[in-house]
């Protein structure tokens, strides 16, 4: 079964900074847009944001704009989602997925992490 690995979730203070994680040792990850989702307890999942392939293509949900960062490293087969001055609204299950670009900014993946848990203590 394809999937991929998140890492770096926490607690941390409201206007704190965590960056997560995704890889995976189960196929190259540059050609695949790569996308973080997350999920609050009693909602839905919402698209956070995502990268092309070559990295040179960003989206970000509103909520998220001008304070997460996503990045990757096609050398490390890693993509990264650098959060600074997090809100308690932003604490949720983060997951990354593998997905073509309308996918991922349509909401969508096509290959899944099991998540990691952001929690944001106001």
């Known amino acids: 079964q394809v999937q991929l690995v998140e890492s770096g979730g926490g607690l941390v203070q409201s206007g704190g900074s965590l960056r997560l994680s995704c890889t995976t040792s189960?196929?190259?990850?540059?050609?695949?847009?790569i996308g973080w989702f997350r999920q609050a307890p009693g909602k839905e999942r919402e698209g956070v944001s995502c990268i092309y392939n070559s990295g040179d293509r960003t989206y970000y949900a509103d909520s998220v704009k001008g304070r997460f960062t996503i990045s990757r490293d096609n050398a490390k087969n890693t993509v990264y989602l650098q959060m600074n001055n997090l809100k308690p609204e932003d604490a949720a299950v983060y997951y990354c997925a593998a997905a073509s670009w309308s996918s991922c900014t349509g909401g969508r993946g096509d290959y899944w992490g099991q998540g990691t848990q952001v929690a944001v203590a106001s």
């Open positions: 189960q196929f190259v990850l540059d050609y695949w847009t």
